[in-house]
């Protein structure tokens, strides 16, 4: 026996699934993704929230695996909910598919008809029905705090009767950031999985009711919908909240620039904020949209221009209200994608700078401005190059070797708002350097290289050095038979050298990976370096064609590796590839490659090869002098460009001392090029040797000198 409460529906008599279940006593209706005529009509987007299929929830720790396991625990709110005029900082999650707003203990898993006196109260009902969770098909629960919502998920549990899969989940909204007609908050249910199949136990119960059982919206019970409820099914997304009335005015307007004439501008948003609703508009400035009955308080909002907020604006049934909005812009023209350069070796020139330049008023003025090693700045006009993206461009002349070149662009609009790439005083900068060679190997001695890495398990094909083999699959040369090098080279690494004459297969890599690690580097002392190698790879001539992979790798610790290769495409010849180091690490003192070629079980032919090993650094050097003054010594060094100090290292007995911070005996400010050794360091006695390093307002080093030793003599590098 059951107490049924009747109600009545206020759209009409009319009444399809086309239009909102709605609205209950207190004027909540329920709008979903069906009910496209309506404003407050949803649109299904699931948001995983359980961690183990993506999301960012957690356990809600529910201890219902079973039969009479039901459970409900009480969660707090990161904000206060208002329901039904009352207001709740806790929940009270059931198993079962409900929430009970504050505490509450019951477990009811026998789901009702709503409003009755027999539910939990008061009560959101998702899918309240007998249900069960399994391994990590749990229940889970997640604050989105950049949207201001609280998320539950019932993620892929379990019906008692047919052991039938759900999943689906509640939102509540924080009514600060989503205000409606009442205060009361927002939810949004949404149905990713449905099988509505228990028809011993009146299937599933969709509702809401209030704290005192005598009134509530349902959606469905019993597999019998209200009126304007469409049938629960995946993809179902049903959004409740109390909006007062449904009669609809409209609100348009057109949004014009002040500052430049009464231009059009688009993209504003015109927030009604009783009801935070938003109309947008368009490339013509215009605006219009259905607005509820009312009294409403619209701003205009955009990042460009000044806020406007109109009070008292009147919206009436089947009438238009228009309403302009005239913005004055507060910000400057936006400067993006400016061309960054590190290093060239070109001193000729030009060097082009692009960028793009946009505003929603006319620019005035747009300049690059350059300095040559801290000199006058120099003005570039910016040429318009594509009017539709905003690209410009200017040209820096050419300069010679050893030149600094910082840069910044500069633009103001008709309102006399200014805007500065990079902002503040900051500059882009590169240098005019020739790369310097710090390493070249060409495989036809050993310089250091290790073959093998933990985790290594290739049973055939590991890398080793030699004059290859070549090995052919009809005309197909699968294994290189001469290195990349000119003669009279001959040697380089390949994964397994197959006997002269072999067919494919004989000794390529099988069985997992083999990998080949390069020496360390020490390109802590660089501004920039570059790699490059040339590589052999197949792995298409056999079974399973393309399942495996190539991968190069860097690190800059021995323990992070990023990769610089990682491509299961063949290319059966000795491929140059090339790459800028600080793209992708720090310049370190611990800067290492390695080189993995893998078969992991697919049974594919994988030959790979690796020669000409390079690293190219850029570096400016300045020279160092030292001399003996009775018992001190003396450096002197020249001035360079962008240094703002100069930081001093000396080591006594350690001619070719690493720098650090450890051995750094004094910070010299620009401007000073002379440093003297004081009482007990640098004592020419004790065989000191040292070495200065420019470094920038960032302190990142820019150059280094030679190192001397305290007798006035140069360290041979």
Known sequence: MQDIINFTYGIGSAITTSDPTGPDTYGYYAFDNTDTGYLFAPTYDWIEIDPNQGGSGT?????????????????DLPFTFRFYGQEYNQISICSNGWVAMGRNYLTV?????????????????????NLYQSGTNRVYVWFDST????????SRVKNDYYNSTQNFQMFLYDPSYYPTATGDGEILLQYATVNNNDSRDCYVTVGIQNEDHTDGLLYTHANSYTPGSATLSTGRAIRILPIGSLELGTLEGDVTNASDGGTAISGVDLRILEISQILTSGADGHYSGPVQEGTYTVRAEHPSFDLVTVPGVEIVEDQIT??????TDIQGPEISN????????????????ETLLFDYSTINSKSLFYTVNNGTPMEVPLTLIRAVTGLHQADIPGQPLGSRIDYWIEAEDVASNQSRDPQGSDTYSFWILSPTPIVSHDMELNQGYTVGASGDDASDGIWERVDPNGVWENSTEVQPEDDATPDPGVMCYITGNDPPGSSQGVDDVDGGKTTLLTPWFDLSGY?????SYRRWYTNDTGNSPGQDYWVVSVTDDGTSWVNLENTNTSNRSWTLKSFTISDYIDLTETVRFRFIASDEGSGSIVEAGVDDFELQGYIVTTSLEATLDGGQVVLTWSTVAGASNYWIHGLNNSPFFTPDLGNRLAVIPAGTTTWSTTSGIGNPDQNWFFLVRGVDASEQEIIRSNRVGAFDYEIPE
């Open 147 to 154: 949207n201001h919502r609280y998320g539950i998920q019932w």
């Open 109 to 129: 898993y026998a789901n009702q008809y709503l409003p009755g006196p027999y539910a939990p109260a008061p009560v959101i009902c998702p899918m309240w029905d």
């Open 527 to 531: 501004l920039d370096a570059s790699v």
């Open 59 to 75: 356990d809600a720790g529910l201890g219902d695996f079973g039969w009479e396991q039901d459970d409900t625990d009480v969660f």
């Open 338 to 353: 400016t061309t960054r350069y590190s290093f060239t070796d070109n001193e000729i020139g030009p060097y082009e700078i």
């Open 322 to 327: 228009a309403l302009d909005f005239n913005l």
